[in-house]
């Protein structure tokens, strides 16, 4: 739940970053590094959670 609120808050405050950017092409490149960046994270968390869920089982 903690990490969703983290990665709404995290898409909300990148799509504001990106009105501020004139490129648009350079905002959009930023805002999917970012996002993949986000995503990346996610599914570390997920996967140490499972494996550590795995390992109680």
């Known amino acids: 739940y903690y990490i969703v609120i983290m990665y709404i808050y995290f898409v909300s405050r990148n799509s504001q970053e990106i009105f501020y950017y004139k490129d648009e092409c350079r905002s ?30």
Do not use: E, G, R
Request: hydrophobic share 45%; net charge positive; aromatic share 14%.
């Open 28 to 57: 959009l490149w930023v805002f999917n590094k970012l996002n993949n960046l986000i995503k990346n994270n996610l599914n570390q968390i997920l996967n140490k959670y499972v494996s550590s869920y795995n390992h109680v089982l």
